[in-house]
């Protein structure tokens, strides 16, 4: 029975994605491990210090599939060490004395550290399709609302008129610096690690550079500069990296669901019939999908903070912190790739409703344009006069319930200026959204 919503039968497709799953599965962990073992032999042979045939022996026992993992399991229980009982069931199944070359100069945090590397390596493209399904879907959509009349909105109340697509073109942009700080951290993240007990790889003296540039060519890792065992900052950038995305994601889920609220009515996330919001309430459409998001964007940022906690290291060594890895990776990782693919069916299937957005802009009965009367008056008697003039009347249109042309066509200081049909025109909405369609162009045009 699993522990972990992430593995959970019932829950696990609200938590993840099968895809990541089995990238941080435990059978692949540990073929990554073997992975390692059978490279470094061959590695190792390439320069004489292994036998070529204990290395091609090695690599054809190095198979996940011809391992005893309840052994294995048995192994750590009794020695408390993680890969020791693996290391002796591989050399026992290598013919004749190739067993004794296995895990030759390492220690087992090269390999645990590098194994962990290799799914990431796999993770990657993951994290990669999904963000670029995400702002291919999210474009489709600001292109589809370019010009979509609706009332911006700050601290919660009606400011100004933006299009929806201007909205949406802000999560476009957003999403590309995303892309390109993950792709950025590729050749920091994705280096491999041998560097022997204490990291300067005495247990194989001046072969160890030609080791290391062989094993991680093998493997398709960057060559580490110096050794990583007590250096985390790669792995906490990249998780610093999805936390910010899954912040990002649960931010558009939190604007759907605000948006969904039937006071505002202007979108709505993908529903069909089947789809049930409440066990007693028929009539609920509840934003189901737009909460799980935000459940996954929240559980997820506690994640960058384990990392950063993670990198305070004792000495040349210290499994305190490396060991939190093993828990804070997975579930990071598997959470920020079902979040972005649930963003992607909520963008993807999303109800726009434009009639709610137009009768919801006359909500304020005019007010939303006071910024621009404010302007055009202030023309003829300064910028803050005009503020303080426009700042009673739509006060008293607000107290009074009246609408704010009236109150401006009857107020003195800004008739003498405005006539009425010019009133009419500067609250005209749709004429005054700036440059929001051009920005949603530029969104989409960026890299």
């Not at 004395?97 to 030759?104: I, K, L, M, P, T």
């Not at 919660?156 to 933006?162: D, K, T």
């Not at 210290?318 to 890895?325: A, N, V």
């Not at 006359?362 to 202030?378: C, D, I, N, P, S």
Request: charged share 20%; aromatic share 6%; hydrophobic share 50%.
């Amino acid at each position: 029975m699993p522990v972990h919503v992430i593995d959970s039968l019932f829950f696990r497709d609200l938590y993840g994605s099968a895809a990541m799953r089995a990238v941080f599965d435990d059978l692949n962990l540990l073929q990554k491990w073997l992975d390692y073992e059978a490279a470094l032999a061959r590695a190792e042979a390439s320069l004489g210090l292994v036998p070529a045939a204990a290395a091609e022996e090695i690599t054809r026992q190095a198979r996940a599939a011809y391992m005893d993992t309840d052994a294995i399991k048995r192994g750590v229980d009794k020695t408390v060490h993680p890969l020791v009982s693996l290391i002796w069931q591989l050399s026992e199944r290598c013919a004749g004395e190739a067993g004794r070359y296995v895990h030759w100069g390492a220690t087992t945090q090269d390999v645990m550290d590098t194994a962990l590397i290799l799914q990431l390596q796999e993770a990657f493209p993951l994290f990669e399709q999904a963000l670029d399904a995400l702002i291919e879907t999210s474009e489709r959509l600001a292109a589809t609302h370019r010009d979509t009349l609706m009332a911006g909105r700050t601290h919660g109340q009606q400011a100004l008129p933006i299009t929806f697509g201007f909205k949406v073109a802000v999560w476009v942009a957003e999403m590309k610096r995303h892309r390109e700080r993950l792709a950025a951290s590729k050749p920091r993240v994705l280096v491999g690690e041998f560097g022997g007990a204490a990291g300067t790889l005495a247990s194989v003296g001046a072969d160890g550079l030609a080791i290391q540039e062989r094993l991680m060519a093998e493997l398709g890792l960057h060559v580490p500069v110096i050794a990583w065992h007590t250096a985390r900052d790669h792995l906490a950038e990249l998780a610093s990296i999805l936390s910010m995305i899954t912040a990002t994601l649960g931010k558009i889920a939190h604007e759907i669901i605000l948006l969904q609220k039937l006071e505002f009515g202007e979108v709505e996330e993908p529903f069909e019939m089947g789809k049930v919001g409440s066990s007693t309430m028929p009539q609920k459409r509840n934003p189901m999908l737009c909460e799980a998001i935000m459940t996954l964007a929240r559980l997820t940022r506690v994640q960058a903070l384990t990392a950063i906690d993670a990198m305070t290291h004792e000495h040349e060594r210290d499994w305190s912190s490396f060991q939190m890895e093993w828990a804070y990776v997975p579930e990071l990782c598997v959470m920020t790739h079902g979040a972005m693919e649930m963003t992607t069916r909520v963008l993807d299937g999303l109800h726009v409703y434009p009639a709610a957005m137009a009768r919801n802009l006359t909500v304020t009965r005019g007010t939303l344009l006071a910024e621009r009367v404010m302007l055009e008056l202030g023309h003829y008697i300064g910028r803050q006069a005009a503020h303080d003039v426009i700042y009673e009347a739509a006060m008293e249109s607000f107290e009074a319930a009246r609408p704010f042309a009236e109150v401006l066509k009857a107020h003195p200081q800004v008739n003498v200026h405005l006539s009425a049909d010019h009133i009419d025109r500067l609250l005209d909405p749709a004429d005054y959204v700036g440059l929001a369609g051009v920005f949603v162009d530029r969104a989409m045009s960026a890299k």
